[in-house]
């Protein structure tokens, strides 16, 4: 079982920015394809960014060109830097793990993220 912890949401203006931090436990976090999800309020939740056990990204038409996505396997932890932060990126926003090809998926208990105009 993985644990994983999100950390780093808050508060900021728009324009702003924020880093957000994901910790997995155990000692799978390289094997693991990981991402970033956002759910805003009556919306569903929706894919932000993804980085795979080798290193690739994507990320969501919405967020290209402001986010980046990295991840530290020597500290089982992946990060979302957020730059250029607009009020429609307001959500609460959720790591994900995936062991490949297992249909086994490992969430995190959400960060929010609000950002004022």
């Known amino acids: 079982q993985v644990q994983l912890v999100e950390s780093g949401g808050g508060l900021v203006q728009a324009g702003g920015s924020l880093r957000l931090s994901c910790a997995a436990s155990?000692?799978?976090?390289?094997?693991?394809?990981m991402g970033w999800y956002r759910q805003a309020a009556g919306k569903q939740r929706e894919l932000v960014a993804s980085i795979t056990r080798g290193g690739m990204t994507e990320f969501a038409d919405s967020v290209k060109g402001r986010f980046t996505l990295s991840r530290d396997n020597t500290k089982n932890t992946m990060y979302l830097q957020m730059n250029s932060l607009k009020p429609e990126d307001t959500a609460v926003y959720y790591c994900?793990?995936?062991?490949?090809?297992?249909?086994?998926?490992?969430w995190g208990q959400g960060t929010q993220v609000t950002v004022s105009s």
């Open positions: 994900n793990g995936q062991p490949p090809y297992t249909g086994v998926n490992y």
């Open positions: 155990g000692n799978i976090f390289r094997l693991l394809d």
